[in-house]
């Protein structure tokens, strides 16, 4: 095969695309081409025409700028691309978008997102083949490769992961580091100045360094290496050079325009190709797909081998788990506790009940906690800790790292598994960018917020939760429930496992009676009536989690002075709005005094409430204190919240 | 002085908080309580009498759980807090708090936050001096000290500040690891193996070990040491025993609960003291108060004489900045721009050019971009970079660590100044726990987001800001600018630097047409009138930044049709909520067809437009393609809004 030349042609493609768009980033595309090239043509497990072969080799391209280089690697390696597509490069309604998009292209295995996120959603990919292969006996044995750039390594996001990844000696995790020494706004050393080989080997990696980014062989013999380390994750240092043969080379001014046609007719000069008209590389793309599909075909057809006669010897659960892989799969949580009989308990311990029923019951459901299994009651208590020796754990340890908890999670949803992460409502800030892009790739990850209002007291404000609800339900595409007794966690849980997106489940620490007019089954419509008004209603009461009891008590306490209030629970705003108008106007008609109970940010609440009187929440922080004298001091304890609600009556 | 007595005293203490609170955490007070008292001891340079002295060494208790330790050794130092304050640990409206809080306990001088916060605010607080330092030829020359445990080592915050400290060789900064090898789930090494040191070590730090973290001598001696390194920051691993003396030491279970009363009672046994009653240490204050104050007598009368010599000597901006270090200062932004005329530009370079002017007029007033100056334009033009050897530098190279430069400028505003922070909307997800941090502690970062909407078109969803904005203004304490151009950022900047809380500037990428109705002073109002109706008015459109120029271009053409419309500019949501009920009628009259035009997430806006339907905003993500196709695509072009309202006005 002649390298060179492929290679050339693998970055006149990325110019073309990027001059055509108008729109892009050179400087990795000419800087990177030949670790690409090296990487599928000589490692990658891949095949073609079944991209989602469930045990290819992964690729994350973390440096998602780099997507022209990635679309045309693709193309040459002979997946479902053409030349059409590639022109269309950055436009609307495109296959090839700004930065890789999973499920918009084929080959893309994960969706880019800001710097870091790649790097540390490999973590979990590489998890995930870890867990699934001592399932299946393994059966799974893919490696997860990542390209990343020094903005990727900045990145707190992707130190957390790799620390884990580290931590876990995932020896199935090769990152390649892009290292050309330049960042948008200039050189590195002005902002970065690590010996990140040293830091890499501090954190249980396995480090080496290829001196010559343009050097086939070189990058071909450290992935080889790579891949016969077998006690810890690699980590590749690759020398490039940004913006390679361009005018522009070695400099920031290369990172993220177009080249200028001079400079393109220049670089078609040293790259003896003809970059302008995507041409002429029928041939080249034959070959490089040819030698690909070569490589690949017979482990392909032995692993297919190996795969039916392990689905016809293993067991049905197995089976069963090994199919849900690839297609669709229904979990039948209300069926788990149809005889089960709730004490009243703290919510959090009823929440992690179910959950370790539906860990028994479910070989797809794992998950952790960012070191706070103890509070968030989120242990699996029949199953050990994922960890090197014991990958079949389904209890991962994260450490104090929500971020790269929630990327993790990704990388195992994008697997095929049903993760969850636990750690306190306060810190879901620290996750945001992790569920964001969740939400972007339709991720079924379930993210477990336990400690969901102030009432968590004396550890004060830092602690205490105060618009992380708004900030979630905000988030398109996700899913944010607040049950207020078992029955609703059931539903919650139901409803969560059977959805393909991510979801928020928040979850009080405190004692939550069970209330007998609650329904798992009524979760799924988002919000329903609890309380149904014994004649005439006076006004509507909305509340959600813990204070859905406050409210039956406000109700029934007015109920004794003359008013008639319906209380509504609401334990998923979103799936209420999906619901049709005559279920709203049926469960909130329109007319009637609305009020809204919820022990956090009032913002959001708007929707139902017009005037910000009637929402007894918060336009402020909490305080440390107990929770009776916190909830006092901010007018939002029971007995003020009953006589706001009566004088608005009134 | 008796250091095992006081140090006993101070450990006794400290559980007696938590057992009269029966909250908190006995772990870190038992094991690290040797480690304050020798900083406070023998090196922190205080003067209790003024805890606001601007020169004082600070102290950052990033493991914030500690905070009964620090009060304890705040009492014991001489501090003005009380043995009642201390029995009022984490009650309501105490000065003892859950976690340290700024401005609430005297001697505290950063709010801890959830872990890794505080490590990465203290990077910030040693730049400040570095900062200061230069402006006033070595006048302050205090240290940073940091308490972490690995909990805030495990967070990717910290490391992107220590990282960025290495980088910019802070020899201020003195981090002593709390090493105790425990977390709050189990021992450290299920979640964490790395080697600590060479870390450090490869991010630029010299790092040092305590191996006996009980022993006065040893922690002292590392601390002599750690003064003396002069070309970079210190890192010191404090070996440390968790719950040390307690029945429970060296275990998890001693983290964060209060000990039992035969813990207590065998405890007493070994410290040799009534650790009930708070009582019997009045010779023991008496005796360590004196200690530190006679060692810091003698430096604290120098440096006055040398400041008010300096003072005398110095010309007068240097003296206002001086002053302003321990006073307000206003900022008459307004004034700086009476005789400019602005022409219709990008308004991210409008607002770069005021926020030059800006800093061409305020010292006070620096700052830095997460590798984004080039797209922000907010690198100030007429002062270097702020790098090693050159500390009078206003522009913080912050490198792809959003995070990291969150907190950093919360430390930079701990210490006086005026920082702001730029990255673009999208990338605010990254920043939210620092920003969150700001609105709890009353700091005046702005935090400068160009690139804020969907119309950033190429680079896809992942960079698209939708939610952001709603995420934002869902926070407390925190005001966020959209302004519509030149008169309205100046308008904006101007009540930025005049309010003591965090803002958020949101800014369009695009060219924005100035508006002959705009008004820098109306800002401050929140929200004003740019159209007036001509006539009976039809309705009103609400709209911010880029949307009030097409806001009033769809009321003049609907004029042309019948309609008539006022359109309203709502720069700051907050700001108008914080006016009088008649203001608000007078600018939102009730009862008319009320419309927003915002392309960013709708939430939040029901509080001024009941049915979504008249919110020309988003429930969904963006797409990949040129603005002009993603706008149509999501049905929010001009043309679309044009008919839309026009169809919702018949």
Not at 133 to 142: M, V
Not at 358 to 372: E, H, K, R
């Amino acid at each position: 095969m002649n390298d060179e030349r492929i290679i050339s042609a693998i970055k006149a493609l990325s110019i073309a695309e990027i001059s055509k768009a108008k729109s892009g980033h050179p400087g990795i595309a000419l800087g990177a081409a030949t670790i690409l090239y090296t990487l599928y043509t000589r490692h990658m497990k891949i095949d073609v025409t079944d991209e989602k072969w469930i045990n290819r080799d992964r690729f994350v391209m973390s440096a998602g700028h780099g997507s022209s280089l990635l679309y045309a690697v693709l193309y040459m390696s002979g997946f479902n691309l053409s030349i059409k597509d590639l022109k269309k490069f950055r436009q609307i309604d495109s296959v090839t978008p700004g930065h890789p998009e999973v499920g918009t292209t084929l080959g893309v295995d994960c969706s880019s997102g800001p710097l870091g996120q790649g790097v540390a959603t490999a973590v979990g990919m590489a998890s995930a083949q870890k867990y699934l292969s001592e399932k299946f006996n393994g059966l799974l044995d893919y490696n997860v490769y990542v390209l990343c750039g020094e903005g990727d390594l900045m990145e707190g996001v992707s130190y957390e992961a790799c620390s884990l990844a580290g931590n876990l000696k995932l020896n199935n995790l090769i990152v390649l580091y892009d290292c050309n020494k330049v960042t948008l706004d200039g050189t590195l050393d002005k902002s970065f100045s690590e010996d990140v080989l040293k830091r890499f080997d501090a954190m249980g990696w396995y480090t080496d360094v290829v001196l010559d980014g343009n050097n086939v062989a070189l990058i071909d013999m450290a992935l080889d290496k790579a891949k016969r380390i077998k006690d810890r994750p690699v980590f590749i240092e690759v020398n490039t050079t940004i913006g390679k043969d361009s005018l522009l080379e070695g400099t920031n001014k290369v990172h993220g325009s177009p080249l200028t046609k001079e400079d393109i007719r220049q670089l078609k000069d040293k790259l003896k190709i003809d970059i302008d008209l995507f041409s002429n590389l029928g041939a080249l793309r034959r070959e490089m797909a040819n030698f690909i599909r070569v490589r690949n075909s017979h482990e392909r057809k032995t692993w297919d081998v190996k795969y039916n006669a392990y689905l016809n010897s293993c067991d049905d659960v197995t089976k069963r788990f090994l199919l849900s892989l690839s297609q669709d799969k229904r979990y039948d949580v209300t069926r788990l506790f149809k005889d089960t009989i709730f004490e009243d308990d703290e919510l959090r311990r009823i929440n992690g009940f179910v959950m370790n029923e539906i860990a028994d019951n479910y070989a797809s459901f794992l998950g952790g906690s960012a070191d706070l299994f103890s509070s968030t009651k989120t242990y699996l208590n029949n199953f050990g800790d994922f960890k090197s020796g014991n990958y079949g754990g389904k209890n991962i340890w994260f450490g104090v790292r929500e971020h790269a908890m929630g990327a993790f999670c990704n990388g195992l949803a994008l697997c095929g598994l049903r993760p969850f992460a636990a750690t306190f409502l306060a810190f879901s800030d620290y996750m945001k960018p992790a569920i964001r892009m969740a939400s972007l790739m339709n991720l079924p990850v379930c993210y477990v917020f336990t400690h969901d209002s102030v009432e968590v007291g004396e550890d004060g404000p830092t602690h205490e939760p105060v618009e992380e609800l708004a900030m979630l339900r905000s988030i398109p595409n996700h899913y944010v429930y607040r049950p207020c007794d078992a029955n609703e966690v059931i539903g919650s849980w139901q409803c969560i496992l059977n959805n393909d997106k991510p979801s928020s489940l928040v979850i009080s620490r405190s004692k939550c009676e069970n209330i007998n007019t609650t329904n798992p089954l009524s979760v799924k419509k988002g919000a329903y009536i609890v309380r149904k008004e014994k004649k005439k209603m006076n006004g509507i009461i909305i509340a959600t989690g813990k204070e859905v009891k406050l409210a039956i008590d406000v109700a029934e306490k007015l109920s004794n002075k003359g008013f008639e209030l319906r209380v509504v629970s609401m334990p998923c705003m979103r799936l209420f709005e999906e619901q049709s108008k005559n279920y709203h106007e049926e469960v909130l008609p329109i007319g009637y005094k609305t009020f809204v109970i919820e022990r956090l940010s009032k913002f959001g609440w708007n929707k139902y409430v017009y005037n910000d009187k009637y929402i007894m929440g918060l336009d402020e922080f909490g305080y440390s204190g107990k929770s009776k004298d916190v909830l006092e001091k901010l007018k939002i304890d029971d007995e003020s919240i009953y006589k706001r609600i009566e004088k608005l009556l009134k």
